[in-house]
Nanobody, 125 residues
Framework: QVQLVESGGGLVQAGGSLTLSCAASGLTFGSYSMGWFRQAPGEERKFVALISWRGDSTTIANSVKGRFIISRDNAKNTVSLQMNSLKPEDTAVYYC??????????????????WGQGTQVTVSS
């Protein structure tokens, strides 16, 4: 059974930093592309960042480029999202996701096979 468990969310002031982690189990982690998405109330789930199965390629959404960094540790089956210079508009539930077709760069919700339960990030102004 595949499980993705996010952690690290919380309340932070604007300009602050948070690091989210996602622990994966029940899958061959090193062969999956991993992504982060976020969903604010009343909005659709949106792409934030992804990292290739080997960790040698990343794609970052324009809205967070220069502020967020995605990384992975295939030995520990984890993927992280370091979020810096946070803004109130970054407030959302953040989800990690796994794409079993590790050779592509998926940015759409429909391209991912597995999802975590999400972790809340709230940025106060």
């Amino acid at each position: 059974q595949v499980q993705l468990v996010e952690s690290g969310g919380g309340l932070v002031q604007a300009g602050g930093s948070l690091t989210l982690s996602c622990a994966a189990s029940g899958l061959t982690f090193g062969s999956y592309s991993m992504g982060w998405f976020r969903q604010a109330p009343g909005e659709e789930r949106k792409f934030v960042a992804l990292i290739s199965w080997r960790g040698d390629s990343t794609t970052i959404a324009n809205s967070v480029k220069g502020r967020f960094i995605i990384s992975r540790d295939n030995a520990k089956n984890t993927v992280s999202l370091q979020m810096n210079s946070l803004k109130p508009e970054d407030t959302a539930v953040y989800y990690c996701a796994a794409d079993r077709l590790g050779g592509r760069a998926p940015t759409r919700v429909s391209e991912y096979d597995y999802w975590g339960q999400g972790t809340q990030v709230t940025v106060s102004s």
